[in-house]
C-alpha cells in the first residue's frame, strides 16, 4: 500500500494570511504547532505537515477502508529535509518529501517496504482528475514497457486507485493526488511486475 498528497505552494487556500489559529489547533498537535513555529518558514512547513498527514492517510485507508481522517491524530515529525515520520494510533509510517519551490510531494509507505516507488508532480490542465491519470498512465507505461492505450486506471467509490495493463489488475499500490495547479501520483511496484 501506498499514499501521496501534493500541496500548490501558491495556491489561494495555502496562502498564510488564508490560514487561522482555529485551524492550526484542529489539525496540528501542541507539539507540531511548536515545530512548525521554529521552522524558518512557518507558512510552508504547516503544508508540508498537511500533505504528510494526508499521505499516511490514504496508505492506511488504502489498507482499511473505515479508517477516518482525523488529522490531530496522525502526528507528524520531521526526521530530516526530506523525511517525515507519521504517527498513528499505534503505526509510524515513513513519508518521503519533494519539496519543491511551489509545491510538496509526500508519499507514504509502511515500514519495510521495499518495492520501488514511482512519483511525480507537474502541472495541469483545466481537469486535474483526468490530468494525474494522463501522467500514471504515460509514466507507467514507459516503465512497464506498454503501449499508454494499454493501460487504464479504475477506481471503485471509497476504494483506491487500480491500475489495470491489458485489462488485468496489476496490484501493487496506487494513488493519485491533485491541488491548485499540481497533479501526483506514487505507484509500488507490483510483484513479479518486470519494470525498471
Given at each position: 500500500m501506498i499514499g501521496n498528497d501534493v500541496v500548490d505552494f501558491?495556491?489561494?487556500?495555502?496562502q498564510p494570511a488564508a490560514s487561522h489559529p482555529r485551524f492550526?489547533?484542529?489539525?496540528?498537535?501542541?507539539?507540531?504547532r511548536k515545530a512548525i513555529a521554529a521552522s524558518t518558514d512557518p507558512g510552508r512547513e504547516r503544508w508540508v505537515f498537511w500533505a504528510a498527514k494526508e499521505a499516511a492517510y490514504k496508505l492506511l485507508r488504502a489498507a482499511d477502508s473505515t479508517t477516518v481522517f482525523s488529522p490531530r491524530k496522525f502526528?507528524?515529525?520531521?526526521?530530516?529535509p526530506s523525511?517525515?515520520?507519521?504517527?498513528?494510533?499505534?503505526?509510524?509510517?515513513?513519508?518521503?518529501?519533494?519539496?519543491r519551490?511551489?509545491?510538496?510531494?509526500?508519499?507514504a509507505r509502511g515500514r519495510g517496504r521495499r518495492h520501488v516507488v514511482l512519483a511525480t508532480a507537474e502541472?495541469?490542465?483545466?481537469?486535474?482528475?483526468r490530468s494525474v491519470r494522463a501522467l500514471a498512465i504515460e509514466?507507467?507505461?514507459?516503465?512497464?514497457?506498454?503501449?499508454?492505450?494499454?493501460?487504464?486506471?479504475?477506481?471503485?467509490?471509497?476504494?483506491?486507485?487500480?491500475?489495470f495493463l491489458r485489462d488485468r489488475p496489476m496490484g501493487g499500490g496506487l494513488s493519485l493526488s491533485h491541488h491548485g495547479r499540481y497533479v501526483a501520483f506514487a505507484c509500488e511496484?507490483?510483484?513479479?511486475?518486470?519494470?525498471?
Open positions: 501558491d495556491d489561494p487556500e495555502a492550526d489547533r484542529r489539525v496540528f498537535s501542541a507539539v507540531e502526528e507528524v515529525t520531521r526526521v530530516g523525511r517525515a515520520s507519521v504517527r498513528w494510533q499505534d503505526r509510524v509510517l515513513h513519508v518521503d518529501l519533494e519539496i519551490q511551489r509545491a510538496v510531494h509526500a508519499v502541472h495541469h490542465g483545466a481537469d486535474p482528475s509514466t507507467l507505461a514507459q516503465h512497464l514497457g506498454a503501449a499508454p492505450g494499454e493501460l487504464r486506471i479504475e477506481r471503485a467509490r471509497g476504494c483506491p486507485p487500480v491500475l511496484r507490483p510483484p513479479g511486475a518486470g519494470w525498471g
